[in-house]
DNA sequence: TCATGTGCCGGAACAGTTGCAGATTTTCCC
DNA sequence: GGGAAAATCTGCAACTGTTCCGGCACATGA
């Protein structure tokens, strides 16, 4: 439909310089070059090689592609970016944005240089600007496991403060009244949701959120090593642990264990979990899990229906999280003596027969890998 | 240099016709077809857009992309290679060869149509026919992670022999004398070195190998759990075991804790990390640990050693691998109460040292990322 | 024998890109 | 200020690969 040569036509230029404009040749005016990125978004424009269309979209992180710190998150979502791109067999493309992108190119120059038909973003910590720029240069592109106020960028990500939410009652209706928070010290909105499910819940039961008890940290292994320490080393312990991270929580988990401090009988844990790692540890992790093979399918297909139905409002969308009650959550030490022994029980049953279903489930699927 | 219309002329066709033989469209003669395939081989033609050359090389699986179950493996990977491919600032593509693939056409072929200029072919079970295959067609391509005889095959892998020679020698030194291993069930070459490895160092020590004690399951974390309850059914346990990859490691570990099977008191274990996983357990567990990170990057730079500078004879790379004491393995619970008192207690020192030496290093490499 | 169909291929027109040359403007020096 | 040199900017033509359409040759059937 519209070339370059199409392009260069209606603003009485030639294919050339079009071309130049497009892979951020120098030696073209700043006036000319601004007409012909306008024009191009205008049209929609998309190379094609040859006149057969590509059809690649890119997986797009701002920095470094893969980070092996965040567990098995990216894997785990890039085998559902596969499975959506199969339906149309489309292609996928690494970028780094960070290392590929000229200081003088708009983001749409670059994706274009790459031979792309639409961008997955990876959106860390604070690449907000950056992404609302590329939104606003309308690429077409959808981010994964954010979320944006702004009504022109599109998303897809898991809601967690519902299962945050019946983490913390489930905390809650065991006894425990002092429960800590570990959570990521920079706010991205899957923290930020995580955290207004924790005061939200404490607020409900009548409770206040003590601010000695939320422990700001990177997401990794390590902080959740420090925030054992920092428990053990408090005078009034917490006898209960939301961690907003998988790192974290197996961090936990791991250093509870070195220092001899048992849980759940010693401290309950609520960890999250982005895939199997729940049930890798034992006793095995409640936890709010999301699926991030989902996350990366949903994402996928929905960047295939912009490009191919040509939809042009923004894409919102939410996948529910779940909670899952295993081995690492009990009542309190002191109130198990008390009174509440039946409840404590039929709790005891149900996480039990829960977590046997559970492990079928899980063994069934990895032997078929 | 060698394009379409030269590859055309030289055959005295037209360039409609060699472009229609490169992505495999129907309507051209069988004998035609072969012709102009060979030119493209024996001319090392790679197709352009416009004048430009694409700089693209695929990673390419051989059914589904991406396996969660391989842990942290394929993260360290993709990372070591996406470093290796910044040199020459080289794109990355993913391919699924099942999935993409025409029955019809060559593995050249197909490789065309996407653009690749080279492949870094993860191979995982016995997909040898398939690699060979590949290896013939002359089209750049290099193995990662496995082993080939056929000296036509470019491959780089690590050598656990040695590493693994290594470990066993530390368990036999401890006093262990009934050693089992867990071992992959399919014969890839990895397993193949680990396996001739175990039975070198048994046959060096005077004894020799039980078949009772080896047990082959795929590469899984319930395959641990079994080996566990395997070992826990026995009349004569075992007092250490070998689990040649990392998530039947893990769950060997996990099931051990789960049965109050205490490492290393009742149960020796070493086992195999690709990444940081060994201190992400208590006990830090003693392993034989491969850079997944570092194999990716040998790849990468290997492949475009031979694009760039047109080698053609086979890369054929052995990385080393590293034995690492930690806190799983220790002198058998028998042999404790006997003799070797001040053996045990420098060996435990040793241990000691390294695993914080280690824990520093890992926390220090967490924190920056 | 003639009509129709099928397999196979080439020409032309399309896609995007780049080298070279020309045109215009800016800079600089006397 | 005038003129020369340099820098900037643009277009033509020639190059990549791909597809559509038409034509040739041969086979098949009535």
């Known amino acids: 439909m519209s070339s370059v040569r199409a392009i260069a036509k209606s603003l009485d230029l030639s294919a050339a310089t079009v071309s130049r404009v497009l892979n951020n040749r120098p030696d073209v005016d700043e006036d000319t070059r601004r007409r012909v990125l306008d024009m191009v978004n205008r049209v ?91 939104a606003r240069e309308q690429f077409p592109m959808i981010v994964v496991a954010e979320h944006f106020d702004d009504p022109s960028v599109s998303f897809v990500r898991s809601d967690s403060y519902d299962s945050s939410r019946r983490a913390m009652e489930h905390l809650l209706l065991l006894g425990h009244r002092q429960i800590a928070l570990a959570i990521h010290n920079v706010a991205d909105s899957d923290h930020a949701d995580r955290r207004r499910a924790y005061a939200d819940s404490l607020h409900v039961a009548g409770l206040s959120v003590q601010p000695g008890l939320i422990f700001e940290n990177p997401a990794s292994f390590s902080a959740g090593e420090r925030v054992v320490d920092g428990i053990v080393a408090m005078r009034e312990r917490p006898t209960a642990v939301y961690a907003t991270n998988p790192m974290t929580a197996l961090g936990i988990m791991r250093r509870a264990q070195q220092l001899g401090l048992l849980i759940p009988r010693d401290l309950s844990l609520v960890g999250m979990d982005d895939s199997d790692v729940r049930s890798h540890v034992w006793p095995r992790m409640s ?83």
């Open 44 to 134: 929609g424009y998309f190379p094609k090689v040859g006149a057969r269309q590509t059809d690649v979209v890119g997986l797009a992180y701002p920095d470094e592609p893969v980070q092996t710190e965040y567990g098995s998150f990216e894997p785990a979502l890039q085998s559902g970016i596969m499975r959506g791109l199969d339906e149309r067999q489309y292609d996928l493309k690494f970028v780094s944005i960070h290392r590929d992108k000229d200081p003088e190119e708009t983001y749409t120059q670059l994706f274009m240089r790459k031979g792309l038909r639409g961008v997955i973003l990876r959106c860390f910590r604070n690449d907000h600007a950056m992404i609302q720029k590329i």
């Open 287 to 369: 936890a709010v899990c999301q699926d991030a093979s989902s996350l990366g399918y949903e994402a996928a297909s929905s960047l295939m229906q912009v490009l191919t139905d040509g939809r042009r409002h923004a894409v919102r969308k939410l996948l529910p999280t779940t909670f899952e009650v295993n081995g690492t959550t009990a009542p309190p030490a002191s109130s198990a003596m008390g009174g509440a022994t039946s409840g404590d029980g039929s709790v005891e049953m149900a996480r039990k027969t829960r977590a046997d279903a559970k492990a079928k489930r899980g063994r069934k699927s990895i032997e078929k890998a």
